[in-house]
């Protein structure tokens, strides 16, 4: 039973550049949340989403923006990409989008920006 | 405003020993507690999930607790292995109407020595 993935492993973009990260839950969940990683500390709350609408947002600028599809997979769109967007980005899904349901971290997207 | 802090921020200690790690938090409205193993370049593993009316929860050789009046919660680990060696998380879930936020600690980072 395949856990959460997510794709690319890996990403070099430039100042300026948009990226996009993708993410497949695990197979029944229908909530998918994103978070920022910077080397050294704790992830940051990006977005959360369920049933296709987003349910939380964390303190991100506008540039970030995210979508759920039909089949409950989620990407996540970064545009005018800054040098402090580097990070590991991280997706997890669970069976419900709120309260005490387990989340399950994929292992992240390294996005470097030069 | 929504802080989760962890400490000690690092701490080193030889195989065999027990330890204690600390999260305070002023999140609110309070919804769970939730305690993460993250590996190097992995994505976080979750431990234990407490709600408001949990103070203690058991997996394996991990043991979280939680005070709700206080606003403070810990994770006592029993005979270290060499392979706790991780960063450990403490992450606050607030959720409300049909919202929710998730907000990280920065993790302590625990080093088994042989």
């Known amino acids: 039973?395949?856990?959460?993935?997510?794709?690319?492993?890996?990403?070099?973009?430039?100042?300026?550049?948009?990226?996009?990260?993708?993410?497949?839950?695990?197979?029944?969940?229908?909530?998918?949340?994103?978070?920022?990683?910077?080397?050294?500390?704790?992830?940051?709350?990006?977005?959360?989403?369920?049933?296709?609408?987003?349910?939380?947002?964390?303190?991100?600028?506008?540039?970030?923006?995210?979508?759920?599809?039909?089949?409950?997979?989620?990407?996540?769109?970064?545009?005018a990409l800054l040098l402090g967007d580097s990070a590991l980005y991280l997706c997890a899904s669970s069976l419900e989008g709120l309260g005490s349901y387990e989340q399950y971290f994929g292992p992240g997207t390294r996005l470097t920006v030069t | 405003k929504n802080q989760v802090e962890q400490s000690p921020q690092s701490l080193i200690i030889l195989e065999g020993k027990n330890c204690t790690l600390q999260c305070n938090y002023t999140v609110s409205p309070f919804s769970n507690l939730r305690w993460y193993k993250q590996d190097t370049g992995r994505g976080p593993v979750s431990l234990t999930i407490m709600t408001f009316s949990e103070n203690t929860k058991s997996n394996g050789r991990y043991t979280a607790t939680l005070d709700a009046d206080t606003k403070q919660s810990s994770l006592h680990i029993t005979a270290s292995q060499l392979s706790d060696s991780a960063s450990y998380i403490c992450v606050v879930s607030s959720s409300y109407s049909s919202a929710s936020k998730i907000i990280f600690g920065s993790g302590t980072r625990l080093s088994i020595r042989p």
């Open chain 1, 1 to 79: 039973d395949a856990g959460v993935t997510q794709s690319p492993t890996h990403l070099i973009k430039t100042r300026g550049q948009h990226v996009t990260l993708r993410c497949s839950p695990i197979s029944g969940h229908k909530s998918v949340s994103w978070y920022q990683q910077v080397l050294g500390q704790g992830p940051q709350f990006i977005f959360q989403y369920y049933e296709k609408e987003e349910r939380g947002r964390g303190n991100f600028p506008d540039r970030f923006s995210a979508r759920q599809f039909p089949n409950y997979s989620s990407e996540l769109n970064v545009n």
